[in-house]
């Protein structure tokens, strides 16, 4: 059973930065798409970033201000947000793809899920 832990979620003021974390255990996934996604009250959750065999992918809104990487040595996936703005104000997940590699956007198609973290930008 994979569980996803995600940590590293806080305040902070528009135009900052902070890094989100999501630790994975139970198997390795260096081989599986990890990825991250938001959801703001009274939003659909939404993607936000992923990293697969095949590279990585944003949504337009975080493009060029998020970075996402992994470390497959411990089994890590972050998060690097800079230049953040009120709108990025959400609960970030962090997920997986159990059995694939490839990179999708739609939530649906993701297999498991951490916890989620809180990121609250201030204007």
């Known amino acids: 059973q994979v569980q996803l832990v995600a940590s590293g979620g806080g305040l902070v003021q528009a135009g900052g930065s902070l890094r989100i974390y999501c630790a994975a255990s139970?198997?390795?996934?260096?081989?599986?798409?990890m990825g991250w996604f938001r959801q703001a009250p009274g939003k659909k959750r939404e993607f936000v970033a992923a990293?697969?065999?095949?590279?990585?992918r944003y949504a337009d809104s975080v493009k060029g201000r998020f970075t996402i990487s992994r470390d497959n040595a411990k089994n890590t996936v972050s998060l690097q947000m800079n230049s953040l703005k009120p709108e990025d104000t959400a609960v970030y997940y962090c997920?997986?793809?159990?059995?694939?590699?490839?990179?999708?956007?739609?939530?649906?198609?993701?297999?498991?899920w951490g916890q989620g973290t809180q990121v609250t930008v201030s204007d």
């Open positions: 997920a997986a793809r159990l059995d694939l590699g490839t990179i999708v956007v739609d939530a649906t198609e993701w297999d498991y």
């Open positions: 139970g198997r390795t996934l260096a081989s599986n798409a």
């Open positions: 990293i697969g065999w095949n590279g990585n």
